[in-house]
């Protein structure tokens, strides 16, 4: 049975698994675990990622990401991609590092968010890498320690966990604090690691007493949430491969949304592809970008090569570029 094709979209909230091939170790040492958050650190920095929480196994992570513009598969790419060169390098290994896929789970929001933060801070208590709070609570190597500034980086978003606890920090800090505490007597918790029906609802019993009253819900294993949700996120994610296809189908490529961004912004070919820190110009490069990523579905790499510039500045293009786009209500094609 072929595999479901990743659910992204702009803003959404990912619960991230990675594990090394034949479950074999993917840190070795903190050198390691240094080296792959030095790298996690640059990459959320740059392409606008949230990073809510975060724990190193010895082999497999976790983390919990808000996408911005940049694609989940673009900043998983580049992490794995990188880390496994850099590991190989230094421990004169060869071949695969990670399992070939890694898990992405869609997770709604409002409902999954702060349960996610405190399963995956609480995964080394879980692993026997700690063995009580106090020590986790100074791990370097979770996010947990971070959220109760015991340890710092400048790329995870605490605030925004804390504020979801007081206003006041020191108050968030001690909610928080307690919160992850209670959930120490939970244990492994399987509806959080995967989507789908059944772990959404809590298990089996949840979804037989909901159809004794005739009630149906929609499940993915992509997905976690409840039915609505999971209705409305698989609805978009159709639309937008229905999208890509009617654009593909009727031959738009690279070369079609550069024409069509030089008719909408009154410049010539050439001058939109041009570089150079006009400001039309940088706008219209821009809304290329953001097309030819979004809508066409180029690679941030591919387009770095057609521009001659960086991966980050691509992704900060295509940001610059969906704002163009909105400002001035431009269509790709008309409807």
């Known amino acids: 049975m072929p595999r479901k094709s990743r659910i992204d979209t702009p803003g959404a909230l990912h619960h991230i698994i990675a594990r090394g091939i034949d479950r074999k170790n993917i ?6 675990r240094d080296n792959f958050l030095e790298r996690l650190g640059a990459i959320i920095e740059e392409t606008k990622t949230h990073c809510f929480a975060w724990a190193l196994i010895p082999n497999h992570f976790h983390l919990l990401i808000k996408t911005g513009t940049t694609p989940i598969s673009t900043v998983m790419r580049r992490l794995l991609t990188g880390y496994a060169v850099s590991f190989n390098r230094r421990h ?10 890694y898990k992405s789970i869609l997770c709604q929001e409002d409902t999954y968010l702060l349960e996610l933060v405190r399963y995956i801070h609480l995964n080394p208590l879980r692993a026997g890498i700690v063995n009580n709070l106090r020590t986790l609570n100074k791990y370097p190597y979770c996010g947990h320690a971070v959220i109760l500034r015991k340890q710092k980086n400048n790329w995870q978003n605490t605030e925004y ?5 007081a206003k006041k920090v020191s108050k968030a800090r001690s909610r928080y604090q307690e919160f992850v505490k209670k959930g120490m007597a939970q244990g492994r918790r399987p509806e959080l690691v995967g989507g789908g029906l059944v772990r959404s609802l809590g298990g089996w019993s949840a979804v037989k007493a909901l159809r004794k009253v005739g009630a149906y819900m929609k499940g993915d294993e992509r997905i976690l949430g409840g039915g609505d949700f999971v209705e409305s996120i698989l609805a978009k994610a159709k639309e937008d491969l229905e999208l890509k296809y009617r654009l593909k189908a009727e031959g738009y490529d690279f070369d079609t949304v550069v024409g069509r961004v030089s008719e909408l912004m009154g410049l010539e070919r050439d001058e939109v592809l041009s570089p150079g820190k006009y400001k039309k110009v940088v706008e219209a490069r821009s809304v290329v970008c953001y097309w030819a990523m979004r809508e066409i579905g180029i ?8 521009f001659s510039i960086s991966q980050p500045a691509i992704s900060m293009a295509v940001k610059r570029g969906e704002k163009v786009v909105n400002r001035n209500n431009f269509l790709l094609f008309d409807t």
């Open 27 to 32: 840190f070795k040492d903190d050198k390691d």
């Open 92 to 101: 004169r290994r060869y071949g695969h590092l990670f399992q070939n896929r």
């Open 161 to 165: 966990v804390l504020r979801m606890f």
């Open 299 to 306: 690679s941030q790499g591919a387009l770095a090569k057609k």
